[in-house]
């Protein structure tokens, strides 16, 4: 498991999730959620709001974890939410180039953190953790 990659994920996504959870026009907006004149509906930012705070509690699990099944978890629930989106965002949002951004994204979040469980810990992080 290589633990930089799924912290980088992790910090990463903490902070788009507070970003959202903050500013949901900084979803709605690619996600063609907002009007035509660029507004996010209050409707809309409230139904983002509770996407940007699960992203950013996602995130922080898996920055935070440590090593060994906490982070494994941590990252198969980051995994469940990135694929999980990938799917319903790409059958849902409108119009086709905004549900292939949408899966792009998301797919492309999902393959960082299957990565990070992937692939084997860099020789200098395993000589420092065991120190």
Do not use: I, Q
Request: charged share 15%.
């Amino acid at each position: 498991m290589r633990t930089s990659v799924l912290r980088a994920v992790g910090v990463a996504t903490t902070a788009y999730g507070v970003a959202v959870t903050v500013r949901p026009g900084l979803l709605a907006k690619p996600s063609g959620l907002a009007g035509h004149d660029g507004r996010t509906a209050a409707e809309v930012r409230t139904s983002l709001r509770p996407l940007g705070l699960r992203e950013a509690a996602c995130g922080l699990a898996l920055a935070l974890a440590p090593r060994g099944a906490a982070l494994r978890t941590a990252a198969a629930v980051r995994l469940a939410a990135d694929f999980g989106d990938a799917v319903l965002l790409g059958a849902t949002l409108p119009g086709p180039v905004r549900r292939g951004g949408a899966v792009a994204v998301s797919v492309g979040w999902g393959a960082l953190t299957l990565a990070g469980l992937l692939l084997p810990e860099s020789p200098n992080a395993r000589r420092a953790a065991a120190r």
